[in-house]
């Protein structure tokens, strides 16, 4: 937007404001960050607490449940697990492409990149989903047991977050093709980009901790 006000006239911006900011200084904030940046960085923040209490809460249940049925040593398919990982991973060079392309004003390549991001991210819910399938025929729900409890909120909260993600990355492609950006695309670009690459580190994390580290077995 700020380039927007630019362009349509010099003399202007210097009125509007003594060091010429223009319209991006009205929405700046006193930390130097425009006003949609903090509010993303304080959401993620928030979103940090969030997967921090469900990662805490799955770690202390996985491996001592009174309930019985599968355990995640019993269901787990460490391989195909990997492969989805490195998919959503993989998303994360595409969704920097797309930034490149913003920034250079190649509408064509950052719409492809986006696409190919969105793509990505719909293999990975869809592995998950075909995960989910297969654990629940192999005897693991939601209300099984604890640990059948807490992975599936976990790992559907982190889900349901890349579903929104996959959203937003198609709602910038249908905007750009309705000629709703800006020429200048980047900042918006930038915004959904920050959600990906935090859900992206989310799922790391969440990776490490439930499919890789043991879960220890109970004693006796």
């Known amino acids: 937007m700020a380039d927007v006000a630019i362009e349509r006239g010099d003399g202007h911006g210097a009125a509007s404001g003594g060091d010429g900011g223009g319209h991006a ?17 304080l ?3 928030s979103e940090c607490l969030l997967f921090g209490a469900l990662i805490s ?23 195909y697990t990997s492969v989805s990982s490195f998919v959503l991973l993989a998303s994360s060079l595409t969704m920097v492409l797309a930034l ?10 950052m719409r492809l990149w986006l696409l190919t991001t969105a793509l990505l991210g719909l293999s990975f819910v869809g592995g998950q989903v075909y995960e989910f399938t297969t654990f629940y025929n192999e005897g693991l729900g939601i209300d099984t047991n604890l640990f059948g409890t807490t992975f599936y ?3 559907g909260f982190h889900g349901v977050h890349v579903t929104v993600g996959i959203l937003m990355l198609l709602s910038l492609v249908g905007m750009s093709w309705a000629d709703r950006l800006p020429p200048d695309a980047s900042f918006p670009v930038e915004m959904i980009g920050l959600y990906w690459h935090f859900v992206d580190i989310v799922w790391i994390v969440i990776f490490t901790v439930v499919y890789l580290i043991p879960s220890g077995a109970p004693p006796g």
């Open 25 to 41: 200084d009205e929405h700046a904030t006193t930390t130097g960050l425009p006003s949609t940046k903090l509010a993303m960085w």
């Open 153 to 155: 909120v976990l790992t």
């Open 100 to 109: 490149a392309a913003a920034q250079k004003r190649d509408i064509v390549r």
């Open 57 to 79: 809460t799955y770690i202390l249940y996985r491996g001592s449940d009174p309930l019985g049925g599968p355990t995640p040593e019993d269901v787990y398919d460490i391989p």
């Open 43 to 45: 959401f993620l923040a």
